[in-house]
């Protein structure tokens, strides 16, 4: 469903996508409206999809996964294995945090984190390259990342 937000919205939106934690009332004070204002914009927002949930983010460092590594996996036979088989055995597994199916050279992008190089070892060894189907991987270690803001 297509939603036709209009600034006040975005500016919700905004607010909500920096800090999740923030209340109707404190959201309210920083535009100018009233708590039961904003949060009958936040509840129609949620009702139509367009908030689909409130996260916190952790960092991964801080407990003691110091190593993000993107993998792309291709399949080795598409006939054999099925899409499903392959995804429900890879998020099984708890050190893969994104799973996407993509169109390009791989049929699959993960996002592992792992507490060093040798513990990615282990997980590539002992869970990925024992997945249903799996054929062709490449691993591309995360040196650093940056958050940019999104199109609010």
Known sequence: MTVQADATDLAILRLLSQD????????????GLTQPAVWRRIRQLTDAGVLAGRRIELDAAAIGFG????????????????????ERAVTAIPEVQVVQHVLGQFDYRLRIIARDIADFERILRRRIMTLPGIGQVEANVMLSEERLPGPL
């Open 20 to 31: 999740a934690t923030q209340s109707a009332a404190e959201i309210g004070r920083k535009l």
């Open 67 to 86: 190593v993000t590594v993107f993998l792309g996996i291709r399949l080795a036979a598409k006939g054999r294995t099925s899409l499903e088989e392959f």
